[in-house]
């Protein structure tokens, strides 16, 4: 996840109001309880309207308003959800026609979109092997338990369910052609209501310059630019360390800085969301189509952003950060210089030999170099991560020490 705050000149204070300002809670208006929607959702503390805030009464509202919408959303396309469309079409039997709203619809069209622009590499069809590896949301509570791999019978027949051609779309309604086959569009939900919340803003305000953040889960939408920013950075994002469990000091939760934020959708995929760790190896959520299993690129986490010129900006943002988990390093390097190059996409990815590459247009800094730019200099005790060359990437990743130190903690941690 990133988080984005304005650095004021006393890291701890600036430290202090990213957090605030990337505050989560979970949907829970007209009554419902917190605990019941899993999608968690935030507005920024404050919303600027042709440079004036809303009232506190205003940006409660609207927040409010945003929270109603995205619960709307998520009550299409949430595959834990009784009733919803995607739980009905996972249900369903082969040849049965099954009618779904407009979300739903919204989402399968971009969802066979990305599918193209990715060769694959990201699929909304891979409930089937998310369940093999127990990863669905009926293991919720085991994700982390430690496991055999399933047999390569079951994992064949799991990959033979999760084609995205199983699956055809009329105005309406899904079929599929396969029993057992299913969807699983949480690889783009927290995008795409990112993008319904900029939408639904953006129309409320139209003809007035708007300026604020929206975030749902690890995706977020930067409307405009930053408001009070005295330290002329702009929106600035920290990405999260996705190996803090081994790293020691202050701020060890923080991996790298991103500034000179605006008008952009931010996503960020890691590999400590949601895994488990076997026989000294780490199996992440992130399921890879071409072989079915749980991706192992030597990529720990990846962020993407894409400009609000790009439709459905922070969908593609979320597709575009798990496609790069499913490729060998280059060729993920490589889609996202291409992506570059036609939309103006950036890319900042981690690997497990404690590199990380930059592609495209951003400005990325390290730990103590932002310590220094934002006037507190010692507060970073030391860098995790050193900056590579993408010409020097490999698809041969070897783990740091660091890596296999975190691996075992997370092993003992799990097995306790």
């Known amino acids: 996840m990133q988080k984005f705050a304005g650095f004021g000149k006393k890291i701890r204070r600036a430290l202090a109001?990213?957090?605030?300002?990337?505050?989560?809670?979970?949907?829970?208006?007209?009554?419902?309880?917190?605990?019941?929607?899993?999608?968690e959702f935030s507005l920024s503390d404050a919303v600027y309207v042709d440079g004036t805030p809303l009232s506190s009464r205003e940006r409660d509202a609207l927040e409010g308003?945003?929270?109603?919408?995205?619960?709307?959303?998520?009550?299409?396309?949430?595959?834990?959800?009784?009733?919803?469309?995607?739980?009905?079409?996972?249900a369903a039997a082969a040849g049965e026609s099954v009618?779904?709203?407009?979300?739903?619809?919204?989402?399968?069209?971009?969802?066979?979109?990305?599918?193209?622009?990715?060769?694959?590499?990201?699929s909304p069809a891979l409930y089937p092997l998310s369940d093999l590896w127990g990863f669905t949301p009926r293991f919720e509570g085991q994700y982390s338990v430690p496991r055999e791999e399933p047999s390569a019978a079951a994992l064949e027949e799991a990959l033979a369910l999760s084609s995205f051609e199983s699956c055809s779309f009329a105005e309406g309604s899904v079929v599929k052609q396969t029993d057992g086959a299913g969807l699983d569009l949480g690889g783009i939900a927290k995008g795409y209501m990112c993008d319904v919340a900029a939408a639904y803003i953006r129309e409320k305000y139209a003809g007035h310059e708007v300026s604020c953040?929206?975030?749902?889960m690890s995706g977020?939408?930067?409307?405009?630019?930053?408001?009070?920013?005295?330290?002329?950075?702009?929106?600035?994002?920290?990405?999260?360390?996705?190996r803090s469990a081994v790293t020691s000091g202050a701020g060890a939760g923080q991996?790298?800085?991103?500034?000179?934020?605006?008008?952009?959708?931010?996503?960020?995929?890691?590999?400590?969301?949601?895994?488990?760790?076997?026989?000294?190896?780490?199996?992440?959520?992130?399921?890879?189509?071409?072989?079915?299993?749980?991706?192992?690129?030597?990529v720990i986490s990846v962020t993407v952003l894409v400009p609000l010129d790009v439709p459905y900006a922070a969908a593609a943002a979320d597709a575009y950060s798990t496609a790069g988990f499913c490729m060998p390093l280059t060729d993920a390097l490589a889609f996202y210089e291409r992506l570059a190059e036609e939309q103006?996409?950036?890319?900042?990815?981690?690997?497990?030999?404690?590199?990380?590459?930059?592609?495209?247009?951003?400005?990325?800094?390290?730990?103590?170099?932002?310590?220094?730019?934002?006037?507190s200099e010692g507060y970073f005790s030391e860098e995790v991560f050193a900056r590579a060359a993408v010409a020097d990437a490999s698809?041969?990743?070897?783990?740091?020490?660091?890596?296999?130190?975190?691996?075992?903690?997370?092993?003992?941690?799990?097995?306790?």
């Open 213 to 216: 953040t929206v975030t749902v």
């Open 65 to 90: 308003e945003i929270a109603s919408l995205l619960r709307a959303v998520e009550d299409e396309v949430s595959a834990d959800r009784e009733g919803s469309d995607v739980s009905r079409v996972n």
């Open 17 to 39: 109001l990213a957090l605030a300002s990337a505050g989560l809670f979970a949907l829970c208006a007209c009554g419902q309880a917190a605990d019941d929607y899993f999608i």
């Open 395 to 416: 698809d041969d990743v070897p783990p740091d020490a660091r890596e296999t130190e975190y691996i075992a903690a997370m092993a003992d941690r799990q097995a306790r």
């Open 255 to 298: 991996a790298l800085f991103l500034a000179g934020l605006s008008d952009v959708a931010v996503s960020t995929s890691a590999d400590n969301y949601r895994f488990y760790v076997y026989e000294g190896k780490i199996y992440p959520h992130i399921i890879d189509p071409s072989d079915g299993k749980p991706a192992d690129n030597g």
């Open 220 to 242: 977020s939408v930067l409307l405009g630019q930053k408001q009070d920013d005295e330290t002329g950075l702009g929106y600035t994002a920290s990405v999260d360390n996705p």
């Open 99 to 122: 009618a779904v709203g407009e979300y739903t619809q919204a989402m399968l069209r971009l969802a066979a979109s990305l599918y193209g622009q990715t060769g694959g590499a990201f």
């Open 344 to 375: 103006g996409v950036a890319a900042v990815v981690i690997t497990r030999d404690f590199r990380y590459y930059v592609i495209g247009n951003c400005s990325v800094y390290g730990r103590t170099e932002f310590d220094g730019m934002i006037g």
